[in-house]
């Protein structure tokens, strides 16, 4: 792994895709054993885009019960920062009245976009939404709610690869590189 440019920032190797691999085969195990047991509904996986589009392609690999995919895409960052405010570019694109949601996330910072999408999605009729992010920042999450699947925590840094992006570019890194400072 060496170091990676996007516009004026460089970044340093973090978690190399080993890591990560190893993080999505564990909570796969977890998944499957929570979702696999009722064969009474098809649950919906929806991916949070852009960010968790490789974490959901990955996982959706190793899920071993009946699922439907679908996909929501929200905003809240501008640059390296979030805004504090979470906005809806692409509406939610299945129906989620009675159906149990697994929602896969790449990161979760403060918890903000997280607690607003449950929350929407319970207001939509989910009998159950539970969480799943490849990604969690502890020093920064405010706590505001049970996150189900975690794949690994991580100090606040600034981040991109596998899904994470600064500015759009770099998504399709296969391992993960930290903001050098």
Do not use: H, W
């Not at 047991?37 to 589009?53: Q, R």
């Amino acid at each position: 792994m060496d170091k990676v440019v996007l516009f004026d920032k460089t970044f340093k190797p973090f978690i190399d895709n080993s890591t990560i691999e190893s993080a999505i085969d564990r909570i796969s195990d977890t998944i499957n054993a929570d979702f696999g047991k009722s064969t009474d509904d098809i649950p919906l996986v929806l991916c949070v885009l852009n960010g968790a589009i490789m974490f959901t392609g990955e996982l959706l690999k190793r899920l071993s019960f009946p699922l439907e995919v679908c996909a929501i895409k929200l905003s809240s960052y501008s640059g390296t920062g979030s805004t504090g405010k979470i906005l809806e570019t692409l509406g939610l694109t299945s129906d989620v009245k009675g159906r149990r949601v697994l929602v896969c996330e790449d990161i979760v910072d403060t918890g903000n976009t997280m607690v607003a999408l449950k929350k929407m999605l319970q207001d939509k009729g989910a009998a159950d939404v539970r969480i799943c992010t490849m990604l969690l920042k502890p020093d920064v999450f405010q706590d505001k709610m049970k996150l189900d699947y975690v794949g690994m925590e991580i100090p606040p840094k600034f981040i991109v690869g596998f899904g994470l992006d600064y500015d759009g570019l770099g998504r399709n890194l296969k391992d993960i590189y930290a903001l050098s400072e």
